[in-house]
């Protein structure tokens, strides 16, 4: 009995009048935990209570208190009938289980009822006395620390990254349950959000567990979803990276963290490569972790198009065959997934971090985004017990992941995340992450005492055994060479693969911020911008958007029709990102999340990322739109408008990202990049024209990205890339934590979700209509944020989150949460100035080139020879042409048609292209940076009103985090049998998020907390029938709940240490 | 394609006040949109109209949905479901208990019932104010009006802290509440030149000097928490104060004291005013109006009549002698201080009492 758990339940406020004779309310209430209630005494009319009562003592397991929630219900006293239930409220006590966390639970809650949403507020007081329990076979895992923030939590550090951790467990849904049919509605979704706190308590207890057993203390970017499979059940998932966290003592916190916002801008500026040194991760030792096996030829296939490696999506079907796997694959997984089956154990390791920020050093390469999707058909899960068909289906896209990440050279996948789409009885199940190699000391720490390499040898067989290509030691020493030789702040850029033997067509460069290492033209990732990141200009958000009809099917006919469907979709939507990126001028994305959603009679797809311009890597071409019949004069003359108008929005975007890369001096620094590409320019529509013909037959050696407009389909996709209506002055926006080129933010913050749902009046679409549909919902939904958020300009809008779904057939939803932080006119303007301006002329960026220079000098010893240079990026453009045209094939056949028959991929390098490596562009962030803080040291502080702030960033601006008080995970069921009266399907939703709002700030607020972090808004689902005047709405939202203090307030605090400093600090020291 | 859905939820609630304004004023989303439109919002932020249409719907949702909590204000500083910033806290509760000075001339002495609202489309047409905007002040007057007729104590203290207004404002709907209580007649033709500002500022008068409350703080050193106890203090007229007026008879019975009266005044004002000769012929007239007011208030319906009696008895004659306003303090002045000369009149605290308010409420309705 290591646990008691101790509740009183204080007064109550704003209750509902329940007797309409009286005007008043009996109340008392039920505080209920596992299988014991106690009851409070009827305070007799009065609808504010003071009810006083003793504490009620639970005392119970501490499994148990890791996976029930404290329910608490209101009732009206009836002397002759039942008694009246007002409402309820579940408070999950897990945060009181750790010690670092909230000590005690205490403040007012909405009480909420399903069908009448919040009536009045409860004041309750909770306390958990836990006992050491010394048992080694516990079943509990109290202690261990969850956080939704996908970075290190600003007061930790990271001893320690122990990896992936996931656990699903599996229920029937209360609501197809057969009691369904003679329950009331209230009853059935008590049940339900009863039953999902339960299983996410028991999912959280389990990966606890799991942590522990790893060696760990924390689980960081936990991420939960719910499957509501309808008829086929409940799943509860989860997934998160397992870590051994250290607490700083206050004192010491790095001001890296604190000021998170301006972090990218330091890191850039002091010579980051002693930090990654002076890291007190890097504990040298050598691997015995995954080694990076570099190239993988027969999974190349794999990958179609550029650092984006489509799976063909394998198609299984449960309940046929034996063994849960059993069914169609494609083809080209088959060798793989023969290859990679000869060692099972080896496949249950993955070296996936669903992390999206990482400490300094700890990323070393990035590959590329990597992703696969699979159909599946639902079917009744039988035994919750064992919910082994899910666990294989993951099981399987994890294993194409890795894969996928094998054959970019990469050992590790980061910024990895897990999504279904349900349509009826189909599931779309997606993975995706980004290929990365890390740095295997963050790693292996742990190796130091013997006990923990045992352990971790056990779990995981070197990798020699699996029959990679190299043998261990090699990989290893290549590591270290890979290390030494990277200057830091642009290492991550660097490919991680074989340039002669690349996984996908690429044209590669020599890194234009060290001149050593290659680099690919374009870069997408799914992580945030890595903070030692050089960038020029400002970014922005980019959104590629699809609607793809399909026929109404049933079964293994549907499952197979979408499965046919996704690569097509996967390709598309990645051509528009492209498109839109070049238009922008822009070079890489970060934050790329894809998804696509399924509906009875279509897909949709929507990819979201954040467009910035990376100096490492090189200037991207143009857009240059080519047309099939050159000879017929008015379509000249189309086409010469329309390539105009690109280029005008090209050169807009550039003014208004303030990309300006600084001229060619290629010569002085001894480019390695040939003259012959460098000379040619792209400029103009005359010269266009002319070239026509030359571009259609050596497309590999251009640098301009070619649209070639061979039908009306082409036409159209040019203009709806056009058609992106710009941003209103003053507004940017990204989709990741932090905005490049922005760094004084104010306190102004404005957390939001707006949900949009559009029902489609015509039924006949086609395919363009709907994109057009689809494209001005997203377009209008943007437009409207804008002008709701008008008064806060000049801000951003950061961490943009869009989710789509079908919700029935002709209804397309739309939501979004994200926040919008505005900053200092004034000072970005100094500081943007700041960046325009030559490098000689500024003092301050002088020295920072000149410091630069120096660190990196003993690396340029030995300059990558000119010919060398020439021989290699001679070679790429043909192989890149090659393996265009296989991928291409592949589609053709795969379908019968084909929307565009050829895009070419191409570009050469720019003459644009900037040379002096690395130093003017991040030079003047440490004006910006300083000028920052002044800004925020001058904001008042907060009103006196317990005021609870939310974020889906993992900061808030001028602050610094001082505690964090346990993860919060809510999940909701509202209901209506009056819709019309209560304002419609709006006023309904409106009123439901206000609520959950209005919850989760209350249960913050009673851990003793004023902000949220993190918070995302996973679910959201909505159902209506304005027939007989119902609907219903599910929500789960998720997020960190945090003490944070204003920067200003702490301003006696000198200012940070690196974090090498703090290494000595070592164990949690906290008051 | 049609927008079957569109809701905005800010975890700090977003208001723009001149949707707020908008909606108080009982426009509907069209109009409002409408207006928006001209106003130029949309140039300034390159937005259409379908994003006003779904912006200022998003607003009126939640200003009906603040509207419940607005009925009791004290609600909307410790409610959980909106978080909005004290400042703004204020300014809602503010305007929405604003009212419209030509609505509120129309309802003001009426009865606040059932009847009188189901009158209030005939008000909003007479004028020109929607009947949502006329509906939502009456429905404030009278909840003021119910919520103060059951607490003890001063009655602007009460209303400024039971519904968090300003301090002018609940000073105006303490006038509200004291005309509606007294039923004062306002309505006739003869004082439609008088605004609510006017009425208003002789409420303040009347629960400042003549009601049960005003003894405690004006009149007698017993301590006010006595008077604090007492319902109704500041809503009724002191009934014994009502009774004691009628000792004033003496000043225009007793015709040695009237005459007397009269040539003190007379004394006092010549050569001060031009129209002192119109003043002389009159004194008499004017002397007994004032007097006879004071000596019928014991009457419920007389105290109905005050104003009307103090315009057609007083003011109306001696603005058809064209006295300026100058003229009228003088005369006031004089009037009252007059009496204290008079050896035979014993009532002068009483006198002071009566004449501190008739003066002040003269002066204040005496104009065009």
Request: aromatic share 8%; glycine share 6%.
């Amino acid at each position: 009995m290591p646990g008691k758990l101790k509740a009183k339940i204080v007064a109550g406020r704003h209750l509902p009048v329940m007797d309409r004779a009286s005007d008043l309310t009996d109340a008392f209430v039920e505080v209920k935990f596992g299988n014991t209630t106690f009851k409070t005494d009827v305070f007799p009319k009065s609808l504010n209570p003071q009810w006083n009562s003793e504490w009620f003592k639970f005392e119970v397991d501490d499994e148990d208190l890791q996976d029930e929630p404290l329910q608490i219900t209101v009732l009206d006293h009836d002397t002759y009938s039942a008694n009246d239930a007002i409402g309820k409220v579940y408070i999950d006590i897990d945060p009181l289980l750790c010690s670092e966390a909230a000590t005690r639970i205490c403040g007012w809650f909405p009480i909420y009822d399903t069908i009448h949403g919040i009536r009045g507020e409860i004041n309750v007081l909770v306390k958990v006395d836990l006992f050491n329990d010394l048992n080694s076979f516990r079943q509990s895992s109290c202690g261990v620390k969850f956080f939704c923030t996908t970075s290190i939590p600003r007061c930790y550090r990271a001893a320690l990254v122990h990896g992936f951790v996931e656990e699903l467990v599996v229920n029937e849904d209360p609501e197809y349950q057969w009691i369904d049919r003679i329950r009331t509605p209230r009853a059935s979704n008590e049940a339900r959000q009863r039953l999902i706190s339960l299983m996410s308590g028991e999912l959280q207890r389990k990966i606890g567990l799991k942590v522990l057993e790893m060696g760990g203390n924390a689980v960081v970017g936990y991420l939960q979803c719910f499957d509501l499979e309808g008829e086929s059940g409940l799943v509860v998932r989860a997934i998160g990276t397992a870590c051994t966290l250290d607490k700083l003592t206050p004192g010491t916190a790095p001001n890296t963290n604190t000021h998170s916002n301006t972090a990218p801008a330091s890191n850039a500026c002091n010579s980051p490569s002693k930090d990654s040194k002076e890291s007190p991760l890097a504990h040298g030792c050598r691997s015995t972790h995954n080694s990076p096996v570099r190239s993988a030829c027969s999974s190349q296939r794999l990958s179609h198009s550029q650092n984006f490696s489509v799976s063909v999506p394998t198609l299984v079907f449960t309940g046929m065959g034996s063994g849960g796997s059993a069914g169609k694959e494609a083809g080209p997984l088959k060798t793989l997934l023969r290859q990679h089956t000869q060692s099972a154990l080896e496949q249950r390791e993955f070296p996936f971090f669903t992390l999206t920020c990482f400490p300094p050093g700890f990323l070393v390469h990035v590959g590329g985004v990597v992703s696969a999707r699979s159909v599946k058909l639902l079917d009744r899960i039988h035994n919750p017990d064992e919910p082994e068909t899910r666990d294989a289906w993951w099981e399987e896209i994890r294993q194409e992941i890795k894969s996928h990440a094998k054959a970019l050279g990469c050992h590790a996948v980061v910024g990895y995340s897990e999504s279904t789409s349900i349509c009826e009885e189909v599931c779309i199940l997606s993975a995706s992450g980004t290929a990365a190699m890390l740095n295997p000391r963050f790693m292996r720490e742990g190796c130091l005492d013997a006990g923990g390499s045992d352990h971790r040898l056990s779990r995981q067989p070197p990798l020699n055994v699996v029959g990679s290509e190299r043998i261990e030691g090699d990989a290893s020493s290549a590591w270290f060479g890979f290390e030494d030789a990277s200057p830091p702040s642009c290492g991550f850029c660097h490919i991680p693969y074989d340039e002669f033997n690349m996984p996908f067509p690429a044209q590669l460069t020599y890194c234009y911020r060290c001149r050593r290492q290659k680099v690919p033209d374009v870069l997408f990732t799914t992580i945030d911008l890595p903070a030692e990141a050089a960038v020029t200009g400002k970014g922005c958000l980019i959104q590629a958007r699809l609607c793809r009809t399909k026929k109404k099917a049933q079964g293994e006919v549907n499952a197979t029709a979408i499965s046919n469907l996704l690569p097509f979709m996967e390709y598309e939507l990645h051509t528009q990102l492209m498109n839109k990126l070049k238009l922008r001028s822009m070079n890489a994305l970060f934050g790329l999340r894809i998804q696509i959603s399924v509906g009875e009679n279509m897909l949709l797809g929507l990819a979201s990322a954040t467009g910035v311009y990376l100096s490492a890597l090189p200037a991207p071409g143009g857009i240059q739109v080519a047309g099939k019949t050159p000879s017929d004069l008015n379509y000249d003359q189309h086409i010469a408008t329309m390539q105009k108008r690109i280029n005008d929005t090209i050169t807009k975007n550039k003014e208004l990202y303030n990309i300006h890369p600084p001229e060619s001096t290629e010569e002085l620094v001894g480019s390695p990049i040939p003259d012959r590409q460098r000379s040619r320019l792209f400029r103009s529509t005359s010269e266009s024209s002319d070239e026509l013909l030359e571009l259609d037959l050596s497309h590999g050696k251009k640098d301009a990205f070619v649209l070639e407009i061979d039908d009306t389909d082409a036409v159209e996709d040019i203009q709806s890339l056009l058609t992106d209506a710009p941003m209103p002055a003053g507004f940017y926006s990204c989709n990741t934590e932090v905005m490049p080129g922005i760094y004084n933010w104010t306190s102004g913050l404005q957390m939001f979700t707006s949900v949009r749902v559009y029902r489609l009046s015509n039924a006949n679409l086609t395919n363009q209509g709907l994109n057009k549909i689809f494209t001005e919902l997203c377009e209008n939904l943007l437009k409207s944020l804008y002008f709701k958020l008008r008064s806060m300009i000049p801000c951003c809008l950061c961490h943009v989150n869009f989710t789509v779904a079908v919700p029935e057939e002709e209804l397309i939803q739309v939501a979004v949460t994200a926040v919008a932080m505005s900053f200092d006119k004034d000072t970005q303007q100094a500081a943007d100035k700041a960046l325009n301006k030559g490098s000689g002329e500024n003092e301050d960026q002088l020295q920072f080139s000149m410091e630069l220079c120096a660190d990196s000098t003993p690396s340029n010893n030995q300059p990558t020879s000119k010919p060398s240079g020439v021989s290699e990026s001679a070679l790429v453009p043909s192989s890149s042409r090659d393996r265009c045209s296989t991928w291409l094939e592949l589609l053709r056949l795969k379908a019968h048609t084909i929307r565009r028959g050829s895009v070419k991929t191409s570009r050469r390098t720019q003459s644009l292209a900037h040379s002096v490596s690395s130093a003017e562009r991040c030079s003047p962030l440490p004006e910006g940076r300083s000028r920052s803080l002044r800004s925020t040291r001058s904001m008042p502080c907060g009103a006196p009103v317990a005021v609870v702030k939310m974020t889906p960033l993992s900061f808030l601006p001028g602050t610094r985090i001082v505690k964090y008080l346990g993860i919060i995970n809510m999940f909701f069921i509202r209901e209506t049998t009056s819709l019309r009266e209560e304002g419609g399907v709006s006023g309904f939703l409106h009123c439901f998020i206000a609520e959950v709002f209005a919850m989760v700030r209350a249960h913050v607020a009673a851990l003793g907390g004023n902000a949220v972090v993190s918070y995302s808004m996973k679910e959201c689902v909505f159902m209506e029938n304005p027939n007989k005047n119902q609907a219903q709405c599910l929500i789960n939202v998720s997020g960190d709940a945090v003490i944070f203090v204003r920067e200003s307030e702490q301003e006696a605090t000198p200012p940070l240490m690196s974090s090498g400093q703090i290494s000595s600090t070592g164990a949690d020291g906290t008051t | 394609m049609s927008v079957e859905l569109d809701v905005f939820v800010g975890n700090t609630t977003i208001m723009d006040e001149e949707v707020y304004q908008f909606w108080l004023d009982g426009y509907t989303v069209n109009d409002a949109v409408k207006v928006r439109m001209e106003g130029g919002v949309l140039e300034e932020c390159e937005a259409s109209a379908e994003v006003l249409h779904s912006d200022t719907m998003d607003q009126y949702r939640t200003f009906q949905m603040c509207e419940r909590l607005l009925h009791s204000p004290a609600k909307l500083a410790n409610q959980l479901l909106f978080q909005i910033p004290p400042h703004r806290q204020a300014m809602l509760i503010e305007r929405y208990y604003a009212f419209d000075g030509v609505f509120v001339r129309e309802v003001l002495g009426k009865k606040l019932s059932k009847g009188t609202k189901k009158d209030l489309d005939d008000v909003s047409a007479k004028t020109g104010v929607t009947l949502k905007s006329c509906r939502r002040q009456f429905d404030n007057f009278k909840r003021v009006f119910k919520v103060v007729e059951e607490l003890k104590g001063p009655l602007v203290e009460n209303i400024r802290q039971h519904f968090l207004l300003s301090d002018q404002l609940a000073r105006n709907y303490a006038a509200i509440v004291f005309f509606a209580n007294n039923r004062f007649e306002t309505g006739k033709k003869k004082l439609h030149y008088l605004t609510f500002q006017d009425f208003a500022f002789c409420a303040g008068q009347l629960i400042s000097y003549w009601t049960v409350g005003a003894v405690g703080d004006n009149l007698s050193p017993q301590s006010p928490d006595v008077y604090n106890m007492v319902e109704d203090m500041d809503v009724d007229l002191e009934k014994q104060f009502l009774q004691d007026l009628k000792e004033l008879k003496i000043l225009i019975t007793d015709k040695d004291l009237l005459d007397q009266h009269k040539s003190l005044v007379c004394t006092a004002l010549r050569g001060k005013t031009k129209v002192f000769n119109e003043m002389e012929t009159n004194f008499k007239n004017l002397s007994r109006g004032l007097v006879n007011i004071a000596v019928k208030l014991t009457n419920t319906k007389d105290v109905r009549d005050f104003f009307i009696d103090l315009v057609e008895k007083f003011i109306e004659p001696c603005r058809s002698d064209k006295w300026t306003a100058g003229d009228m303090r003088l005369f006031l002045t004089h009037y009252t201080n007059s009496a204290h000369i008079l050896d035979t009149f014993k009532h002068q605290v009483l006198w002071d009492r009566y004449m501190g308010v008739i003066k002040s409420c003269i002066l204040k309705m005496y104009h065009d």
